[in-house]
């Protein structure tokens, strides 16, 4: 299975790293040299994986890949991790792996806040 990467940089200089595909110990020790060379250029940015159209990890695959994240983290967090699917959470608890240490959480159409104007001045709000 191919592991594809979109690199985008945005205004700030940030970069995310849109995975697609499988994640495997034939392409992990590549991703990781590519990585690290990303980060080498970019030592002031942000790195975010964006794991949302990863469709499998494999179990030495998703090995070198926490490894990584660990190594590459040591010394600055400059990596964080995105869109990351339930399966691959409970593949991480299992290397001992904290994702969400590293995860970006984005809450973009967040319509939580103004829930008090709508119900929080309502009578019954049970019935409504």
């Keep these: 299975m191919s592991l594809k990467a979109q690199v985008r940089t945005d205004s700030l200089g940030n970069i ?4 697609e595909g499988g994640l495997d110990f034939e392409n992990s020790m590549p991703f990781r040299r590519e990585l690290s060379s990303l980060m080498t250029e970019n030592p002031l940015s942000t790195i975010t994986l ?11 695959g998703i090995g070198v890949f926490v490894e990584t994240i660990k190594i590459l983290n040591d010394k600055k967090k400059q990596i964080k991790i995105a869109n990351v699917k339930t399966e691959f959470m409970k593949v991480f608890k299992l290397f001992e792996f904290d994702a969400m240490e590293t995860m970006i959480m984005e809450f973009e159409n967040d319509d939580t806040e103004n829930l008090n104007l709508k119900f929080g001045n309502r009578r019954n709000t ?3």
């Design 16 to 19: 995310t790293v849109h995975m």
């Design 50 to 60: 964006d794991l949302n159209r990863l469709d499998f990890v494999g179990s030495s």
């Design 126 to 128: 049970f019935q409504n």
